[in-house]
């Protein structure tokens, strides 16, 4: 049995966390996978807004798990979440997201949610997880750099009048294909672990890299083909297919910001409430569903503004990167910021054109307003706990 205050708590927890996640569907996880299709004419709005959040959810379930359990068990040592922690640290990042939605900062969720959990975590008495924040800062620090050096590159490749588009096109879609091949989706792993596609298929190594090459080579000819048909037919249906993996990846990359956090209150060990991971995971994706239907078709009708801007081929050049960043940090399993990404990857891709400028003040203000609510969220988080424990 469950007491009264304890089961109010949870209650209050679960409807943070079902917040958050409305809110990371709403936002930029939801909105801007599909946002260059938008601008290219390959896809409506509201369809976009449908598909996103359909492909946000099955990413959620089927890889969201590495995330959720970083956040909830990995980012503080000694100590496991308390009810009051987990709502307190909840509420706490999402107000601060709900503050930068309305008032228009550039606030990033997993920047808000990894401290106000860290912030709270140490208010319980718990130790600094150096390792994992030394592995969470390199991948920060490289998404941009990585990132944005890669959407330049590949732009820069797709703007050159001597590699013909229906060659390096092609090339992408194999390499995109070719990592595909090797996800990890939890419902081809043996009982409570993750399987790929090309291990299914093959045993040893040779065979998983003859499988991936296959699948490359597959998808390389299929698109040659759309191409060879209608350049820009061709075109708008790889932006589809990058968009859809975009939209997948960010559901399995965002979904544990929403729900980490309740992972150790659901597991048994703070009143006997016991709730299956992949429950948590269906009800975090849910939650992402619901913003992308609900928020999102608004603002992909403003971002594909200013995507159609940077045309379908830069388009491109953003999302591979995209897609493969947001991979990374689900194998990994670390707290990005999807907004990062984006960011990174729209400003390397539009810096290979001549008039691709960035703002560096404008820049410098939106990594400021990263690093400050990752410090304003910790310190808050941190405050707030003890706090709340020092009344009661």
């Known amino acids: 049995m469950v007491d009264p205050a304890t089961g109010a708590t949870l209650a209050v927890a679960s409807l943070a966390s079902l917040f958050m996640a409305w809110s990371i569907g709403a936002g930029s996880s939801g909105s801007t996978p599909f946002a260059p299709a938008v601008g290219a004419n390959a896809i409506s709005i509201m369809r976009a807004g449908f598909v996103v959040g359909v492909l946000g959810f099955a990413g959620a379930v089927l890889q969201g ?110 390499v995109v294909a070719g990592i595909v091949a090797n996800l990890e989706f939890s419902v081809l792993g043996p009982g409570d672990g993750a399987g790929t596609i090309a ?42 297919v990058l968009g859809g993996l975009v939209a997948f990846s960010a559901g399995g990359s965002q979904v544990g910001l929403a729900i980490g956090p309740l992972l150790p209150l659901f597991s048994g060990t703070t009143g006997g409430v016991v709730v299956p991971l992949s429950a948590l995971l269906v009800g ?32 491109i050049a953003a999302l591979i990167p995209a897609f493969a960043i947001a991979q990374t940090a689900v194998l990994l399993g670390v707290p990005v ?17 001549e008039s691709g400028g960035v703002d560096p003040r404008k820049m410098g203000f939106t990594v400021l307003a990263w690093i400050g609510s990752l410090l304003l969220a910790m310190g808050i988080g941190y405050a707030g706990f003890t706090a709340v424990t020092a009344a009661v």
Request: charged share 15%; net charge neutral; hydrophobic share 50%.
């Open 65 to 174: 798990a590495n995330v959720s359990e970083a956040v909830g068990n990995e980012l503080v040592r000694g100590v496991s979440l308390s009810p009051t922690a987990a709502t307190v640290g909840l509420l706490i990042a999402a107000a601060l997201v709900a503050v930068g939605v309305f008032a228009g900062y550039p606030i990033a969720t997993a920047f808000t949610v990894t401290g106000a959990v860290v912030g709270v975590g140490l208010a319980m008495g718990g130790d600094p997880a150096w390792g994992k924040y030394a592995e969470i800062a390199s991948l920060w620090v490289l998404t941009p750099l990585v990132g944005g050096g890669v959407a330049f590159g590949t732009a820069t490749v797709l703007r050159d009048h001597r590699v013909p588009e229906r060659i390096a096109v092609p090339a992408l879609g194999a």
């Open 199 to 240: 291990g299914s298929i093959g045993d040893s190594t040779p065979q998983v890299a003859l499988v991936s090459t296959a699948i490359g080579l597959l998808a390389a000819v299929v698109l040659a083909r759309e191409l060879r048909r209608d350049e820009n037919r061709g075109e708008r249906r790889f932006l589809l």
């Open 337 to 353: 910021s999807f907004n990062e990404i984006i960011v990174s990857t729209i400003i390397g891709s539009g810096s290979a054109a």
């Open 284 to 315: 975090g994706g849910f939650g992402l569903l619901l913003g992308s239907w609900t928020g999102a078709p608004r603002m992909i009708k403003a971002l594909s503004q200013d995507y159609s801007s940077l045309g379908p081929r830069r388009s």
